[in-house]
């Protein structure tokens, strides 16, 4: 078993600057020294490590992902599965653009990382390693590809992942989504495959890591009772290429007192997808129940039904770049890679 290690930053490999009193932790360089302690890593698999660059999770942008998508790429054929060790923080994010953009390759890959620095004697970044391993081996000797993230002994679908603790070990949730694997008793067990349309996902191929654009101007907005209707016109007004509105409920928008209906009917003649989304943690987003959401979508919004928020607005990101503005909604509601149920729709 092959496997390239692909390194970014993050937590696990974060130090002090111990000359600088009271300086932060951030990534340090010394990624080989940090890896090469973990004897355990070593004598279940051969190990490349390739570090591409070093990042608190927090500043990792689009064109980050691009770096780790050519480099997967680049070495598909040479390697029977990839670990990329990334901060917690965006780890989310980069799991389901990964979904989306590596769904039809067909090895698994994993992502890990650690609470607390490799360095530190109570680190978790050694537990987190070596069960991404174990479940690296399962996942290859089954033949089964996707993206996933492995953390606290769970191995969980990468369109289905939220950070939901800050400080905690146990820092990462399957929404609405069962759990792909578990450590038990040291082994490690797969439950599920998860589904991917690699069909589909053949139609946005790339013919090239040049061709790869992830659409960036999209407006997140989170209502609030009161939210001012004002706010939202000099919104569109900025002309982002999608807003996504974080909602109450199974969905909706607030059409007395203050009145966003017109506003999405604004936005969507002016060639900008307006998505409803929810603040609940878990559950659907269903238009059709309520008045409020009915007059929403008659107004042009479109729901992200049971996609979590990172995973809806990745796919925005995906998507755009590559279908005209008219199909959008099409294929936003199309299953890709389990990021939605089809069963919904």
């Known amino acids: 078993m092959k496997i390239l290690l692909i390194t970014t930053g993050g937590t696990i490999v974060s130090k002090k600057d111990a000359k600088r009193a009271g300086a932060g932790l951030i990534p340090s360089d010394e990624i080989n020294t940090l890896f090469s302690k973990t004897h355990k890593l070593n004598h279940s698999a051969k190990i490349a490590i390739c570090p591409i660059f070093l990042k608190d999770s927090t500043n990792i942008n689009p064109n980050d992902w691009i770096l780790i998508i050519k480099k997967i790429y680049e070495n598909k054929n040479l390697f029977d599965g990839f670990i990329i060790t990334h901060g917690t923080d965006t780890m989310a994010y980069t799991a389901s653009i990964l979904s989306y953009t590596l769904g039809n390759l067909l090895k698994p890959v994993i992502l890990t990382g650690a ?104 407006f997140p907005i989170k209502l609030f009772p009161g939210f001012s209707s004002d706010y939202l016109n000099k919104i569109i007004d900025i002309k982002p290429s999608a807003i996504i509105i974080e909602s109450f409920g199974t969905g909706g928008l607030p059409y007395l007192g203050e009145n966003l209906l017109p506003l999405v009917e604004k936005a969507v003649l002016s060639d900008i997808i307006v998505v409803i989304s929810t603040q609940c943690f878990k559950g659907v987003v269903d238009l059709s129940i309520y008045e409020v959401g009915q007059k929403a979508m008659k107004a042009g919004a479109i729901s992200t039904h049971d996609m979590i928020y990172e995973a809806a607005v990745t796919k925005l990101m995906w998507l755009m770049p590559m279908v005209p503005i008219q199909k959008v909604k099409e294929y936003f509601l199309h299953n890709y890679c389990d990021e939605i149920i089809k069963n919904l729709i």
Do not use: W
């Open 115 to 218: 609470m607390i620095p490799a360095s530190y004697p109570d680190t978790d970044a050694n537990y987190n390693l070596e069960n991404s391993i174990k479940f690296m081996s399962v996942l290859i000797g089954k033949g089964q590809s996707g993206v996933s993230i492995c953390f606290n002994g769970k191995l969980m679908h990468g369109t289905r992942v939220r950070k939901i603790n800050s400080q905690s070990a146990d820092a990462f949730i399957s929404v609405s989504y069962n759990d792909i694997g578990n450590i038990n008793n040291g082994k490690a067990e797969i439950n599920i495959i998860p589904f991917i349309d690699k069909t589909g996902l053949d139609d946005f191929s790339y013919n090239s890591i040049d061709e790869i654009r992830f659409e960036k101007n999209i």
